[in-house]
């Protein structure tokens, strides 16, 4: 039986945003959550199982917006959670709010290639 890995979505503070989701060399699939937001937390298994079924074709990150206002006010975060994909630097596609892991898979696949359900 196969091993899944054991990547984690890194956290990133608008100190790092630039260096762990602009200059990265894979596409970056960004959490703007918050601690107070229940479906920020339901979101939590998804975005570690994304994590660590790229690992190595996309990073998860999350910010959490509280802390760290600076790149979620740039990216116009209005509703939480919001996945914002980036993509040689650029955001690329996002979603908002509390989703399934198909609308996810969905999002991800034109960027990371086929994603194979789980």
């Not at 630039?18 to 979101?43: H, I, K, N, S, Y």
């Not at 399934?100 to 290639?113: K, N």
Request: charge should be negative.
């Amino acid at each position: 039986m196969e091993e899944r890995g054991v990547a984690k979505p890194i956290e990133v503070t608008d100190e790092t945003f630039d260096q762990e989701v602009l200059q990265a060399p894979m596409p970056v699939l960004v959490d703007f959550w918050a601690p107070w937001c229940g479906p920020c937390r339901a979101m939590v298994p998804v975005l570690e199982e994304l994590a660590s079924k790229h690992e190595g074709r996309l990073k998860v990150v999350k910010v959490n917006i509280d802390d760290h206002q600076q790149h979620a006010a740039q990216n116009r975060v209005m509703i939480l959670p919001t996945l914002v994909l980036f993509k040689n630097g650029q955001a690329v596609d996002r979603l908002q709010g509390a989703l399934p892991r198909r609308a996810i898979d969905g999002l991800l696949e034109p960027h990371v290639g086929e994603v194979v359900p789980s």
